[in-house]
């Protein structure tokens, strides 16, 4: 995104930190035909990089939830996951691609949009009856989100919320995952 550039994201949260997620919403780039033609993908790198607007989707993304720790989604649901932890006073657990964890205590296979795709939860990371915050960078068409969902709760732990920084509506996503609670701080 250039400075001229306008997005067209729009803010969800309406509080005192509306203005600065205002801001949290110029720093995503949208990027044209990546990765494939037709597809506008939303970089966050951009507000990953930006300490305030970083701290303005970290305290929306946990404020009102109670949760013992945030699961992280990979690859940028770690990033932001481990900074919310941090920031509400948990711990992260990182929901990895396979061929990543040396012990695997479970596995959920989905559908994207392009295809399949596994993930997978680290052993000895979750208890069961813990209150789990599911942390991603953008719900699109729900699959990811939807199997973080339904690993957090094969582990007998229970799905405080599922949070995403970005939701984009027309996709749908949010319908592909019943029963949770999902917050999205912006959409597009």
Do not use: N, W
């Amino acid at each position: 995104m250039t400075g001229a550039e306008e997005t067209a994201i729009s803010v969800q949260v309406t509080d005192a930190a509306d203005h600065a997620l205002r801001r949290a919403a110029r720093l995503i780039r949208e990027v044209p035909d990546f990765p494939e033609p037709g597809v506008l993908f939303r970089d966050i790198s951009p507000l990953l990089a930006d300490g305030t607007g970083l701290g303005a989707v970290v305290s929306a993304l946990g404020r009102g939830v109670e949760f013992d720790v945030v699961a992280g989604v990979e690859a940028r649901g770690f990033l932001v996951g481990a900074a919310v932890a941090q920031a509400f006073g948990t711990g992260v657990i990182g929901l990895r691609k396979p061929g990543k964890l040396p012990v695997v205590a479970d596995r959920v296979d989905y559908r994207l949009e392009y295809g399949r795709a596994t993930l997978e939860l680290p052993a000895d990371t979750l208890c069961a009856g813990q209150r789990v915050l599911i942390v991603d960078d953008v719900l699109a068409t729900g699959g990811t989100l939807g199997a973080a969902c339904r690993l957090v709760r094969q582990a007998g732990a229970d799905v405080a919320a599922a949070a995403v920084v970005l939701e984009l509506t027309a996709l749908e996503g949010r319908d592909k995952i019943m029963g949770e609670t999902v917050r999205a701080l912006l959409q597009a």
